[in-house]
């Protein structure tokens, strides 16, 4: 693990003791989380994504001594756990039933790891992730008298060394000398109603503020995550990440097996047996390395060709009778047809009755998170995205779909708030830009292109996939359009929205995404944070 992943945290030998009754240990920085209820387990998380303490000390200050944890849960015993461990191996060795590896699950969290390895450790479709936020957790803190950046391994006492922590203190630097400033800025332009609570507009402000200049942050910089899976996920996550060409991956691989070897320890037995677990990993990393050996030079001399920047959003596939495919999907269970008869039948229909249908199927949603059934699935959409990386660290965590990245470079351009004018930051705005793609030039130009990435501010824009299904469209297009939502993404899904209904066609479908949002909103947080401060009220009523 990286110096700046070093632990700051320091325990008292009571609160160490309390400590080793939940956590596989109390000084390094993954551990896994054990004796808790799932319940505990699940609302510590969710706390950890907004607040900037480590996880045991928040667990410490705010969760012990609530919630059934003033002592162990159950008695960690070892009655029973060889005999289970043993049947689990025959199971898995003999028969090959991979799928009773879903049956268990660990809680784990790794603090202090860059966000170019949270990338990767959030990649499984099959798991459970929280993240600290670049919205309601400013990285102002230097523990140790370092900024909250992580220096790649490769980069060790080399020439490129010091420039690094130069270009990477200089955009830290930048960032917290402007979040005064921003917050006083977004004062003026939006006072105070006389109905919110100075805590809601606090809160509004400052995630305002932080959100108009997280592109300042690096990819190097570092965070806490949260993280829940079966030892099937785990198992395809190590072995994805012991492939990886970057050490801090690598790394961090290395400390998750050791903590989840004391939870769940038969489920990761495989991942370095030699002709197991070994040997998959060897596969991943040759078949990446060949693979990139291979094209390289084809995208090379390929490059003239491309054009420059395209649309933020372009729909570069989609299937022009999916609109009909999935009337004839519904149609389906309630009829005794064949799937061929079924479409034959939903192409004889008029586009009104086929409307009609959709209408029906879709039925009198009152919130997003009534979703009509499977015929959505019947046809996809694959949208082309280019936008900042902040966005994309939004976007990439719909795992269920289809999706992909290139590598994050400065090749593309960086955004730039008009805030940030405004506020008579420009100048310093623009110098952290250039000392971020000098940086990451010279690392490629020094064959450190792996490591380029880390040096990328997250203002510059990177290119990647999506790739879903109708019914998974609707709930990504219809979260990330909430008013809430940051300013970048929403665009990003609002023109997802008119690309489905404009240019696939599918306007029946679109429509059915009745919670899309394309108001224009000022103050992001706003109505969110009434919300919730107007629930926080009604459950202090309940209790008294």
């Known amino acids: 693990m990286s110096p700046s992943a070093a632990i700051t945290d320091t325990f008292t030998p009571d609160e160490a003791r309390v400590l080793a009754r939940y956590f596989t240990n109390v000084d390094r920085p993954v551990f896994a989380l054990t004796n808790l209820p799932e319940t505990v387990k699940g609302a510590l998380f969710a706390r950890y994504s907004r607040s900037s303490k480590s996880l045991r000390r928040l667990f410490l200050d705010e969760f012990l001594g609530q919630a059934g944890v003033e002592s162990p849960t159950f008695d960690a015993s070892p009655v029973g756990v060889e005999r289970a461990d043993k049947l689990f191996a025959r199971v898995l060795s003999e028969y090959g039933d991979d799928s009773v590896a879903q049956l268990g699950g660990a809680h784990l969290a790794c603090e202090g790891v860059s966000n170019v390895l949270t990338k990767v450790l959030e990649w499984g479709r099959l798991m459970a992730y929280l993240e600290q936020s670049t919205r309601y957790v400013p990285y102002t803190d230097q523990p140790g008298g370092r900024w909250k950046y992580h220096v790649p391994a490769e980069l060790a006492d080399g020439p490129l060394r010091a420039p690094f922590v130069r270009a990477m203190d200089l955009a830290f630097e930048t960032y917290a000398k402007w979040i005064p400033s921003a917050e006083d800025h977004f004062r003026r332009k939006h006072p105070k109603a006389v109905e919110d609570s100075d805590a809601v507009y606090r809160s509004v402000i400052r995630a305002k503020a932080l959100d108009t200049l997280r592109g300042l942050l690096p990819a190097s910089t570092t965070s806490n995550v949260g993280l829940f899976g079966t030892g099937q996920a785990y198992e395809a996550l190590l072995m994805r990440m012991f492939a990886h060409p970057l050490e801090e991956v690598r790394a961090c691989a290395a400390a998750m097996l050791v903590e989840l070897r004391q939870a769940i320890p038969a489920f990761l037995a495989r ?39 395209s649309d933020a959003v372009a729909l570069s596939e989609f299937d022009a009778e999916g609109e009909v495919k999935v009337v004839a999907s519904a149609l389906y269970p309630l009829s005794d047809l064949s799937d061929a008869r079924a479409l034959e039948l939903a192409r004889r229909l008029s586009t009104d009755e086929r409307v009609a249908l959709l209408r029906a199927y879709a039925g009198d949603r009152t919130n997003r998170r009534h979703r009509p ?18 966005a994309f660290r939004d976007l990439q965590r719909h795992r269920l779909l ?9 090749d593309h351009g960086y955004v730039q708030p008009s805030a940030i004018e405004e506020i008579g930051a420009l100048s310093e705005w623009r110098a952290v830009m250039d000392a971020s793609a000098e940086l990451h030039d010279a ?15 997250m203002a510059y824009r990177v290119r990647f996939y999506m790739d879903m299904n109708a019914r998974e469209a ?44 394309h108001s224009a909103v000022e103050l992001e947080r706003l109505e969110s944070e009434r919300a919730l401060e107007a629930k926080r009220a009604r459950s202090r009523a309940r209790e008294n």
């Open 271 to 309: 991942v370095d047996q030699p002709g197991r677990g070994a040997r998959t990993i060897d596969y991943l990393a040759t078949t990446r390395a060949s693979f990139a050996a291979a094209v390289l030079p084809l995208i090379a001399s390929s490059r003239a060709d491309v054009e420059g920047r």
């Open 443 to 457: 690392l490629v130009a020094r064959g450190r292109r792996e490591v380029a990435p880390y040096a990328v501010v």
């Open 373 to 390: 059934g499977r015929a959505f699935e019947r046809t996809r959409y694959r949208f082309d995205v280019l936008t900042d990386y902040g």
């Open 474 to 517: 609707m709930h990504v297009i219809e979260l990330r359009t909430a008013p809430q939502g940051h300013p970048a993404y929403r665009r990003v899904c609002q023109r997802m929205h008119q690309l489905i209904a404009d240019v696939a066609g599918h306007r029946a479908i679109a429509a059915a995404m009745q919670f899309a949002d």
């Open 402 to 410: 289809t999706l992909d990245w290139q590598p994050l470079s400065t």
